[in-house]
Each structure stands twice: as structure tokens, then as C-alpha cells.
């Protein structure tokens, strides 16, 4: 039986662990129905992880024993930057969500010169990325940052940046990809300004697309790590 998997701030060292956010016990009072006796994995978002047991339930506070203890390894040898233009509301939390389950992280909204939606929820978002973290058995909780202007984005460094776009380049299936930190850029609803992607030509980065077809922003973000992080299995 799978156990349900929480990320908490606590010290994880300790044989007990006393829980009091809000959201999490009513979550396993009140949403999971959980009783003393049952077991959960409890993560600190730096890879540890422990078996917990819940021996004391109250209305504010939960109390667990550790049973068992060990590094999470399920995270991608290859680490992806996901630099992605803000998206309408549902579309860029659908990416935010996927790309953290696929093991991506970094994500970076950027605001580009096309870019029709300029507010983020960024509570909402870190809550998607932590709960698709929990379910997903991330090791660590993906970073989300501020919107960045594309022109301050571009001094972000990975080892290699691959631009989306569809108006030339090597496909990225035929790219020979073999360094660990990788930037991924993806565009909005309207696609890349023509000056957005000179800059990105200046500044090093490889132009690429996914194949002859267009897809929408979100389908491409996706896609495109899914792909890298693949690549590094």
C-alpha cells in the first residue's frame, strides 16, 4: 500500500515529530480521514525521509514516532531551468504542475514582449509545485521565482540554454545533449518576439523546436522537459 507523502519543516534527526501547520493536519484529520496508528512519509525537501507513525491526533497538532529513515534518490541526474513565459491562469498552472512532477528544478516566468497575462498567484503556484512534489516523490520542492523581464532572464546561466522556437534551428531530437544543468526556454500564447530571439542568438543560446508541428505553449513546455530530463535518465 502506498503511503501518502508530506513535506515538513522539521528536523527528521528525532525519533518523535510534532506537526502543528494548519493545512496539513486538517488535510490528514479531516480530508484523509487518518487515525493514531497509521503511517506516513514525512520529507524535509533537502532528500530526507522518514516512515512516520502517528501516535497522537489532536485538532491542532500531530504528533508521529520514526519508524524508518533514508535519502530519497528519485531525482533527475540532469537539472532543468524551466524558463517560461507567463501563460493565461489554467495554462501556466497546468505547466507549473506537470513540470514538477516530470522533476524539473527551477521555474523561472518570464515576461516577455508578448506576454498578454502579467499576474502570478505565486502562493497558489508553490502550492501546486508541493503538492505535485508529494505525489510525484520529489526528493526536493522545485524553485518558483519572481517574474523576470526577458532581457534580465537571459543573464540567468545554465551550462547549456536551449530556446524554443519555431523558426529554425536543429530539432531537438538530433541535439547531442550531454551537460547537467540545462535551461529551457518556452514562449508565449504569441510566440517569441524576432529581437527576443537575436538576443537569445547573442547570448549563447541554441535555437531549437520539437518537429515541423506547432503546438500550444503549455503542450510545448511539457513536452520539451519531459524530453530533456529523458535524456539524462
Known sequence: MRLNRFFIQSDLSTEFVSVSDESLVSQIRSVLRMEVGDFVILADGNFKEVKAKIIKLEKKSIDFEIKERWLNQNEP???VTLFCAILKKENFELVVQKATELGVR?????????????????????????????QSGRGIIPDLTDPVEFESALGLSSNINLFLDTSGGEVLSNLDIKEDKIGVWVGPEGGWDLEEVSL????????????RLILRAETAAIVVVSRIISYGS
Not at 515576461?111 to 509545485?129: A, M, P, S, V, Y
Open 77 to 79: 541526474k540532469v537539472q
Open 106 to 134: 527551477k521555474i523561472v516566468p518570464v515576461l516577455t514582449r508578448r506576454t498578454i497575462k502579467l499576474g502570478l498567484n505565486l502562493e497558489r503556484l508553490r502550492k501546486i509545485i508541493k503538492e505535485a512534489s508529494e
Open 200 to 211: 537569445a542568438l547573442e547570448h549563447g543560446h541554441i535555437i531549437t523546436s520539437l518537429g
